[in-house]
């Protein structure tokens, strides 16, 4: 048999393990995996290692972020970036905007993808309302039509729901079969303390992290775990930045409960101090959680060798620093409070991860794969389709060439930011090469093909792995 394409010459990382074989593509899906294999593409991968392209199941393309307010990427440079960084699927949220129902906003956001991606994606609901209609109609109707996921959160005005709301979410994701995802800080005990800080003058940036201590996420952590079993369903506790909040994963999971965890790149590389940077520089770190201390980055590296953490994405949540719709907005320089909440990411999460995981002997090829594509593929419904290298799935392959060394470079990448909080992060091991459906969109960091990225329906959660 002729392949379309043949990918030979790599170290294959499958579900099960690490192979040396071929690959045999034909109609955008793995029909081969082999020797000699013959195809009417071939791809010399020689050298290169080849990992299920990578799902970043949490990003923020286009989201409403507040009046003047408006996020870097489109779903143009958003997926053009994830896709450069060797990601084939991302999930963002669909927010409802002011006045918007979620059917509204889901339809707003898949007309803003339609014909612009250059990976598949899906979207996560962000569920902000409880009403009869949000929770007896729309909720049911879409997770019936593939969403199967949502976010809670605990925090942002606007966006914060009380504990009652949440388990009458709850309710609903244990009728329909859906994934809950919560962001878990404390938001009367950040309000208490952003007023006293700047009540003392403490408005600059290295503030946001100082009102937004490790017992705000610990206890939102522990009181969602409460929550859900209360509810009895199970849970993603969504970047998760230190140890102590961890810990209430690891316990929650020790009393029988299903809890699922996702950490980022900044709670193992960035610290509060980068909120501190010179004048107003410390704004290009700000996000929610905020980095901590280098002393939490070991504890979170447990979590992740270790298992606590099923889920490593990026967070990306993008805006432009020398704007006034971005970093720099109105009031941003007079109170930490007024900085957009965010960080860019899509683009060099996989690279740090695997630099700083794989190559520092911390994990292994399938760990990594794991935490990168597979467990993301399982827990919001797209495996076996999406995830792994095997036999009847997509082919999404990332290559990568594990000695090219390189540094992080705000001029190399292709998000729609203005800087990346990584600027100068030695990297060895890059993504050369990243495969869509058989078709090469992205290679050596730049985009090689026409957005051919669509959108995916999703199944119900896997939650037995
Ligand atoms: O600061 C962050 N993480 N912004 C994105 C929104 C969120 O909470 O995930
Ligand atoms: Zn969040
Ligand atoms: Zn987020």
Redesign the pocket.
Same mark, same amino acid.
């Given at each position: 048999m002729t392949h379309d394409t043949v990918i030979t010459g790599a170290r294959v990382v499958t579900a099960s393990g690490t192979t040396q074989c071929d690959i045999g593509i034909t109609g955008g899906k793995i029909v081969t995996l082999g020797t000699d294999l013959k195809g009417a593409e071939v791809i010399d991968a020689a050298g290169l290692v080849a990992l299920p392209g990578g799902i970043d199941s949490h990003v %923020?393309i286009s989201q409403p972020s507040g009046p003047g307010i408006e996020m870097a990427d489109d779903f143009t440079s958003g997926t053009r970036s994830a896709a450069c960084g060797g990601n084939t699927t991302v999930l963002p949220f669909s927010l409802p905007d002011e006045g918007q129902t979620l059917r509204e906003a889901v339809a707003a956001y898949r007309a803003k993808a339609e014909g612009n991606c250059l990976t598949d994606v899906s979207f996560h609901l962000i569920v902000k309302q409880t009403d009869p209609v949000t929770l007896g109609q729309d909720l049911p109707a879409l997770i019936q039509a593939g969403y199967t996921s949502f976010k809670v959160f605990m925090t942002y005005a606007g966006l914060a729901v009380s504990d009652r709301q949440i388990l009458d979410v709850m309710a609903v994701a244990k009728e329909q079969n859906a994934m809950v995802m919560v %962001?878990a800080e404390n938001e009367d005990a950040i309000e208490f303390l952003r007023d006293k800080a700047e009540r003392d003058g403490e408005t600059g940036p290295y503030h946001h992290a100082t009102t937004r201590p490790v017992p705000v996420e610990r206890e939102a952590t522990h009181r969602a775990i409460s929550l859900a079993e209360i509810a009895g369903v199970p849970l993603t506790i969504? %970047?998760v930045s230190n140890g102590e909040a961890t810990e209430e994963i690891v316990r929650a999971r020790q009393r029988g409960l299903t809890v699922f965890a996702e950490t980022c790149p900044q709670y193992i590389t960035l610290t509060a101090q980068d909120l501190d940077r010179d004048g107003f520089d410390g704004a290009k770190y700000v $996000?929610?959680p905020p980095p901590r201390t280098s002393d939490e980055w070991p504890k979170i590296w447990s979590g992740i060798e270790q298992g606590a953490f099923d889920l490593f994405s990026s967070?990306h $949540?993008p805006f432009r620093f020398n704007d006034p719709s971005g970093k720099d907005a109105p009031g941003a320089r007079q109170s930490f409070r007024n900085i957009p909440?965010?960080i860019p990411g899509v683009e060099t999460r996989l690279p740090i991860l695997f630099s700083e995981g794989v190559v520092k002997g911390r994990l292994s090829f399938e760990r990594f794969a794991a935490i990168t594509a597979t467990n993301h593929a399982k827990l919001y419904g797209l495996f076996p389709r999406k995830g792994a290298i095997m036999v009847g799935a997509d082919a999404d392959i990332t290559l990568w060439d594990p000695g090219l060394s390189k540094p992080i470079r705000q001029a190399d990448l292709n998000h729609g930011s203005d800087y990346t909080p990584w600027e100068g992060f030695e990297i060895t091991g890059w993504p050369v090469r990243t495969i869509l459906r058989g078709v090469t969109v992205a290679k050596d960091g730049a985009p090689v093909s026409a957005p051919i990225g669509t959108h995916l329906e999703r199944e119900a959660p896997d939650v037995l792995f």
């Open positions: %923020h %962001h969504v %970047h $996000c929610s967070d $949540c909440n965010g």
